[in-house]
């Protein structure tokens, strides 16, 4: 399965890791927007996963592309 360790997909998997980061605060702020119940706690994790977001997609793709350049070319049998 060549496809799933193509360097687009490693690119892809970075951008859904980082969109779950960001989506994952949305149960502590609804609360705040709605009831208007402000935390300091609640807004810190929501920043530290806007923040780690990113990151842990880039580190993701970085990895994943970093392993497809180095990956050894499969030589063909000797005859």
Known sequence: MK???HPALALVR???AAG???LAPL???YPMVTTGEWSV??????V????LGPL???VIARATLASWR???PSTPPAV
């Open 56 to 58: 842990i997609g880039r």
């Open 3 to 5: 496809l799933l360790r």
């Open 48 to 51: 530290l996963f806007a923040v």
């Open 14 to 16: 970075g951008m859904i």
């Open 27 to 29: 149960p502590l702020i």
């Open 20 to 22: 779950g980061c960001w």
């Open 70 to 72: 180095n990956r050894q």
């Open 41 to 46: 706690a609640r807004v810190l994790f929501a």
